[in-house]
C-alpha cells in the first residue's frame, strides 16, 4: 500500500500543503481584484457626481444672475455659499481630527529622559 508507506505519506502531506497554499493565494488574489473593482467603480461614481454638482451650481448661479440682473453676482453668491460651506465642514471635522492625534513631545526634552 503505498498510502501508507512513508515517502508516499510524506509526498502526499506536501502536495496537500502546496495545494492549500495555492487555494490560499487565489483566495487573496479574487479579494484583491473585488477591491480594486470597488474603488475603481467609487472613482467613476464620484468623478461623475463632481461634474453633475458642477453643472448644478454653475445653473442656479446663472439663474441667480437672471434673478438679480447682474453679469457676476449670482457666481459671487454661489462661492460665497460654497466657502462658507467648506469652512463649516473643516471647523466641525477638525475637532475629531485632532482628538484622534497623539499628543506632541519635544524631541529634546525625550532624548534627555
Do not use: C, W
Not at 448661479?61 to 460651506?85: E, K, P, Q, R
Amino acid at each position: 500500500m503505498k498510502l501508507l508507506e512513508p515517502n508516499g505519506l510524506v509526498d502526499n502531506l506536501y502536495k496537500y500543503v502546496q495545494t492549500q497554499i495555492e487555494l490560499t493565494q487565489i483566495e487573496v488574489q479574487e479579494r484583491i481584484e473585488a477591491a480594486i473593482k470597488k474603488l475603481v467603480l467609487l472613482l467613476v461614481l464620484g468623478i461623475v457626481s463632481a461634474i453633475f454638482l458642477v453643472f448644478v451650481f454653475i445653473t442656479f448661479a446663472l439663474y441667480l444672475n437672471h434673478v438679480t440682473h447682474s453679469d457676476f453676482l449670482g457666481f459671487v453668491i454661489v462661492t460665497s455659499l460654497l466657502g462658507i460651506i467648506t469652512g463649516l465642514v473643516f471647523y466641525l471635522l477638525k475637532q475629531p481630527l485632532q482628538e484622534n492625534e497623539p499628543p506632541k513631545t519635544n524631541s529634546i526634552e525625550t532624548i534627555e529622559q
